[in-house]
């Protein structure tokens, strides 16, 4: 609570001047109830607060106006924090008298009244509003800019005017800090996160929230607590880091239901929800989506019903329940046709149509989508999951002709939207959420019998992404699809190519030799999932599958290189190109099973990459004439969860050595920071060598990251790949040897039993050979917000 701000509250009662002894007694005790109802609510105990300030404010009514208006307002922002703005501002409709109209309780009103028209997208009369409350703030009330300014914050986050809503959220956590009013560093810390996210600079968010949440627990303040953890969970799940997503989801929905924050509890599990369904994990999904049901039910909450029924539809339709799914859907529909939700008719709609397809009514299933597609309101990403739908639709009746051209009109609509997109970190996350529709398509080709075709469009699908999103000339890679010939690729760099994609229902496994191209069937994705996470577990373990007998290893061989082996021959290179958790498998570890069994590094040379197209531009590329390396690294810890590493200097020391002191650019200790790395023209070198900790994200490429040392007097610290992409590298080769979650790596191969193997590097020919996870469709909802700071 903000301790300064409720002294001056006390100091303010003056205005009620010639109070008898009787009304100072009256005062202190009003002041009491006060705070006491204020610390009711930064424990996330909000009825209550509420039935405590309804008290207050009517046994005041009739002996004390300005009290009563006090705990007025109070129990308003306490209907804000619930989610009933209509009825907060019902009760601050009326001017506070005439005796108030420079006083904290008239701020207060007036900038409750502009966080309720923010929350209800009224945001010129917010403006209006909170304009008012700076004025009063600057004039007579000092002691309330921070929290005005937490409220302006909130409103331009809420306009997704991100760089204003810094500014202001700043602002609060320098006078928090230089005050020490430890709830409303909370608020400012938390908001500053809801900023990243707004910014989708997920990784950057969790570093706020991580900072949000200690403060919190040091506070007890349960609220604060679960806003922190939930909103770090959905940041998790966005990243693809589902196995954290699921552990602090599960403890924000735990501390919001005892805080009495059902809301926020229902928002947690229906994330918890989502991140069983990305995983595939369907029972789990669909009991804590049935849990959500029941809660935004009886919250009356149609919004957050709609939502939770066509989680349940998508997941009973996956199971081969389809008359449950229609239910479902049925259900889901009524409400929304009933004008009593439309936020997910359109997708509601799809469900239905495809629901009709697999009764085989394909006339009502095509009316049904073409129906989503003519509707000029329907969000970008919906219209081409009707379009790829309605593709699907026509394959199942045999109509290829039409499937084909609706795949391609679907695919079409991906590809306008993606060029719209201005900034680099989303164009290369941008099939997020439309790769399933590449699977349909891709699926489609391989039963038609056109190999070759399959292998082009799931290899464009990358090099598409991967080359705008690095600022590369976008005629190359439509320059280098017209002459898609992936023999000459491995003849160019003498090495056959095995090419992976992983969909839902099945994979694929294309192998390129010099000659011809193959391809071979595999598991659906959470089978070869589970397999790569078990594996990954025994080696991070430190056990050697060797000597243990582990057969994950043997398994995985078989599963993805047995099929190929005999067009491999011993002793040569090969390149992989893997897909979704492929990317996190050490292949040089996978384990041969005879006649002796050995691991697979003994047989081959790997060299990994991502995109065929971009790996051919990347060969034709002329080696450096001038060799000048950036070495970057030995920084000085940020934070605990990022020691530093003892042989790091070392390290430095010793690559140091082979370049002449002209040819080599060092920052290292506190001078490695973001901004000096960016300082430092990076584009003008041949060699980058990060020495550092990492941290990597698989659905979002660009928020994975080398840790550094902090900016002075700020919080960052980290160097993230949506930054160095800014910056056009002309590098022949960049390497990180890092550590932290790259440490998974780094252990693998200290496995390997092979000297050519530099440990714990993971090098890549810039920009070819960045690993990029496309992940599947992913729910997008806003975060829950870090309102004003007033009740805590």
């Known amino acids: ?77 306490i209907l804000l924090l619930q989610g009933s703005y209509a009825q907060s501002l019902q009760l601050l409709d009326n001017d506070v008298p005439a005796s108030l109209a420079h006083s904290e309780t008239a701020a207060r009103r007036t900038m409750v009244r502009g966080l309720d028209y923010t929350f209800l997208q009224q945001f010129d009369v917010a ?148 991140v069983y369904y990305q995983q595939w994990r369907l029972a789990e999904a669909e009991a804590v989506s049935k849990q959500a049901l029941s809660l935004a039910h009886s919250m009356d909450n149609k919004a957050t019903e709609t939502n939770c029924l066509n989680t349940l539809s998508e997941i009973a339709f996956a199971t081969d329940r389809l008359d449950l799914a229609e239910r479902y859907n049925r259900d889901a529909l009524e409400i929304e046709r009933a004008g009593l939700d439309q936020s997910g008719i359109a997708l509601s ?28 309101s329907v969000e970008t990403p919906l219209r081409w999951q009707a379009e790829a739908r309605l593709a699907r ?34 164009r290369v996350s941008f099939l997020t959420s439309a790769i399933e529709f590449y699977d349909d398509y891709i699926g489609f080709l391989r039963v038609q019998g056109r190999q070759f075709d399959a292998l082009r469009a799931a290899d464009l699908a990358r ?18 699809a017209r002459g898609f010939r992936p023999h000459l690729i491995a003849q160019r760099l003498q090495a056959p190519l095995l090419f992976y994609w992983l969909g839902r229902e099945r994979g694929y496994l294309w192998l390129v030799t010099f000659s ?8 659906a994705e959470a089978q070869v999932d589970a397999l790569v996470k078990s594996y990954r577990e025994t080696l991070l373990a430190g056990r050697d599958p060797l000597e243990t007998g582990n057969l994950d290893g043997q398994k995985l061989y078989e599963m993805l290189i047995e099929p190929a082996k005999n067009l491999i021959p011993q002793g040569s290179r090969v390149i ?17 099973p005879g006649p002796k069994p050995h691991y697979w590094i003994e047989d081959v040379t790997v060299t990994t990459a991502s995109s065929l197209t971009l790996l051919a ?50 920052l290292s200790g506190g001078e490695a920071t973001p901004a000096a790395y960016l300082a430092s023209k990076p584009e003008q070198f041949a060699y980058l060598h990060f020495v550092t900790h990492g941290t990597a994200s698989r659905t979002r490429p660009l928020e994975s990251a080398v840790v550094l040392s902090k900016e002075k007097d700020e919080e960052s610290y980290k160097l993230y790949a949506r930054d160095i992409v800014k910056r056009r590298l002309s590098a022949h080769l960049v390497t990180i040897s890092a550590c932290k979650r790259a440490m998974e790596r780094v252990r693998a191969r200290s496995l390997v039993k092979d000297s050519s193997v530099s440990l714990g590097r993971f090098c890549v020919r810039a920009p070819t050979m960045l690993s990029v996870r496309f992940g599947r469709l992913a729910m997008h909802r806003r975060h829950s917000s870090w309102t004003s700071s007033t009740t805590g």
């Open 1 to 77: 609570m903000a301790t300064a701000a409720v002294e001056r509250v006390a100091r303010n009662a003056i205005v009620f001047a010639c109070l008898l002894c009787s009304g100072c007694h009256i005062r202190h005790s009003a002041d009491s109830s006060y705070q006491e109802i204020r610390q009711e609510v930064q424990r996330g105990q909000l009825d209550t607060a509420l039935r405590d300030a309804d008290t207050a404010y009517r046994g005041y009514d009739s002996k004390d106006a300005g009290t009563a208006w006090r705990f007025r307002v109070l129990k308003a922002h």
């Open 127 to 274: 403006d209006k509003e909170l304009k008012s409350a700076e004025e009063l703030a600057r004039s007579d009330q000092p002691a309330l800019a921070a929290d005005v300014a937490q409220a302006r914050g909130t409103l331009e986050l809420t306009r997704k005017r991100y760089v204003g809503a810094a500014d202001a959220f700043r602002h609060v956590l320098s006078i928090a800090r230089e005050e020490r009013l430890e709830a409303l560093e909370v608020h400012a810390l938390g908001s500053l996160g809801n900023v990243a996210m707004g910014e989708e600079h997920y990784d950057e968010a969790i570093d706020w929230y991580k900072i949000a949440l200690a403060k919190s627990e040091a506070l007890g303040a349960g609220a604060f607590e679960a806003l922190a953890l939930g909103n770090m969970g959905w940041a998790y799940q966005v990243i693809g880091d589902f196995e954290n997503a699921e552990t602090v989801l599960k403890k924000a929905e735990r501390v919001s239901g005892e805080a009495g924050r059902i809301g926020n509890r229902v928002y947690w599990l229906t994330i918890l929800g989502d």
């Open 349 to 376: 709609t799809i469900i239905a149509g495809r629901l009709a397809a697999s009764k085989k009514e394909y006339r009502h299933a095509e009316e049904t989508l073409q129906g989503v597609i003519r509707d000029k």
């Open 393 to 426: 639709v026509y394959a199942d009746e045999g109509l290829s002709a039409k499937a084909e051209a609706q795949f391609k009109q679907a695919i079409s609509t991906i590809e306008k939207a993606r060029a719209g997109v201005q900034r680099d970190e989303f």
């Open 463 to 480: 090099a598409g992404t991967l080359e705008e999103g690095l600022g590369a000339a976008p005629k190359s890679i439509s320059i280098a």
């Open 516 to 523: 011809q191209v193959y391809v071979f069937p595999l598991p």
């Open 576 to 592: 992989l190109l893997p897909d979704g958790s492929l990317y996190g498998l050490n292949f040089e570890t996978l384990i041969v």
């Open 617 to 666: 531009l990347a060969a034709a590329r002329p080696a450096p004439r001038e060799k000048r390396m950036f070495l970057v690294g030995d920084t000085v810890s940020p934070n605990a969860d990022f020691p530093a590493l003892p042989q790091a200097g070392a390290e430095m020391q010793s690559i140091e050595k082979y370049f002449p002191e002209p040819r080599r650019t060092v």
